[in-house]
């Protein structure tokens, strides 16, 4: 029997949905407070841009959805976005993920222990063999995660935590808007 898991939030009424109990418990504390601020000031966050920029109804909606489309992605970058340094070569011209080293390189131990359970997720299988074919994420067109994860490796390994998030978060932001 295949067990699923699914928890659902209406960021719009600020409510879960359908909650499972245990969602305190297993992002690291620092990383889900980090995307909790931003979740949660994200009315303040949108009405200072839309104060400065003059922005309609319509893009308040863009807004909001690349404030949560961007603080998700820094939250799965910041969660696995080193991954590119535990690709290895592997038969016929593909990459392997070196998984010990993966989960034991990163910085935080509160990641190390999120990624113990997480590398047993078919999200994670599909993540990575993803990554295996395509050279360990080179090749034709990165997409935002291969963007951001770039330029989290380029800071690698700085301390992680809510201010380094939060400091990701603002300045894509700020280049959202520029679009």
């Not at 009405?47 to 109804?57: D, F, I, L, V």
């Given at each position: 029997?295949?067990?699923?898991?699914?928890?659902?939030?209406?960021?719009?009424?600020d409510?879960?949905?359908?909650?499972?109990?245990?969602?305190?418990?297993?992002?690291?504390?620092?990383?889900?407070?980090?995307?909790?601020?931003?979740?949660?000031?994200?009315?303040?966050?949108?009405?200072?841009e839309?104060?400065?920029?003059?922005?309609?109804?319509?893009?308040?909606?863009?807004?909001?959805?690349?404030?949560?489309?961007e603080?998700?992605?820094r939250?799965?970058?910041?969660l696995?976005?080193?991954?590119p340094?535990?690709?290895?070569?592997?038969?016929?011209?593909?990459?392997?993920?070196?998984?010990?080293?993966?989960?034991?390189?990163?910085?935080?131990?509160g990641?190390?222990?999120f990624?113990?359970?997480?590398?047993?997720?078919?999200m994670?299988a599909?993540?990575?063999?993803?990554?295996?074919?395509?050279?360990?994420?080179?090749?034709?067109?990165?997409?935002?995660f291969?963007?951001?994860?770039?330029?989290?490796?380029?800071?690698?390994?700085e301390?992680?935590?809510?201010?380094?998030?939060?400091?990701?978060?603002?300045?894509?932001?700020?280049?959202l808007?520029?679009?």
């Amino acid at each position: 029997m295949v067990h699923h898991e699914l928890l659902i939030v209406d960021l719009c009424a600020d409510k879960f949905v359908i909650q499972l109990g245990d969602e305190d418990c297993i992002l690291p504390s620092k990383l889900q407070a980090a995307l909790q601020q931003v979740l949660e000031e994200r009315e303040l966050i949108l009405g200072q841009e839309a104060e400065q920029e003059g922005a309609s109804p319509g893009d308040r909606s863009e807004q909001l959805s690349a404030l949560v489309s961007e603080a998700f992605v820094r939250l799965f970058v910041e969660l696995v976005g080193h991954y590119p340094l535990h690709m290895a070569e592997a038969s016929a011209g593909t990459c392997e993920l070196q998984r010990d080293a993966f989960r034991k390189s990163h910085p935080s131990r509160g990641v190390r222990q999120f990624l113990q359970l997480f590398m047993e997720t078919q999200m994670f299988a599909g993540f990575i063999q993803d990554k295996e074919l395509r050279k360990g994420g080179g090749g034709t067109g990165k997409g935002l995660f291969e963007a951001r994860a770039a330029e989290y490796l380029e800071s690698y390994p700085e301390p992680t935590g809510v201010n380094r998030f939060l400091k990701g978060l603002g300045s894509k932001m700020k280049f959202l808007q520029m679009k």
